[in-house]
């Protein structure tokens, strides 16, 4: 970008690891935050990377660099990225017995967006009516029981809202 000043592939995955960067920096520093722009400019371009966040996996280091590489040819594809993130994942997911249960609640999230998809807009809006009125009759009941709960003599009332 700083050179031909166009935007390609190339720099879409450098963007992409400062975001995976920032995603494991905590707390939180906003990348180059003490640079100037023409400094940043300067040093990226002299090979100068953000240093590897403490607690970040070397294998997400390890993606991170590679879409960092000085070389604009030599870094991933985003296919190339995600198909890494995905065997980074299945790693995972075999060795931490937690990964169980996210894996189930996505094989739910996904079934039921198909279940979604697959129904009519006539049955859409019916669900999002039916689903509608439970929501509010839950939320009228809760009111109900909230204001028998707190029966404050008028005066009173008053009396509070002008001292506040």
Request: glycine share 2%; charged share 25%; aromatic share 10%.
């Amino acid at each position: 970008v700083w050179r031909s000043g166009e935007t390609r592939f190339c720099t879409d995955m450098f963007a992409f690891a400062i975001t995976l960067w920032e995603l494991f920096t905590i707390p939180y520093t906003h990348p180059y935050s003490t640079w100037k722009a023409y400094k940043v400019k300067e040093k990226v371009m002299a090979g100068y990377r953000l240093p590897s966040p403490n607690d970040m996996p070397e294998s997400m280091i390890t993606i991170m660099r590679r879409c960092w590489d000085h070389d604009p040819s030599k870094r991933p594809t985003a296919k190339q990225a995600r198909e890494y993130l995905e065997e980074i994942y299945q790693n995972f997911a075999a060795a931490s017995p937690h990964t169980a249960v996210i894996s189930q609640a996505s094989s739910k999230l996904a079934a039921s967006k198909e279940d979604d998809s697959s129904m009519s807009t006539s049955e859409t809006s019916s669900r999002l009516s039916r689903d509608t009125r439970v929501i509010r009759r839950s939320s009228s009941s809760s009111r109900s029981k909230t204001s028998s709960r707190s029966k404050v003599p008028p005066k009173i009332k008053n009396y509070r809202r002008a001292s506040m």
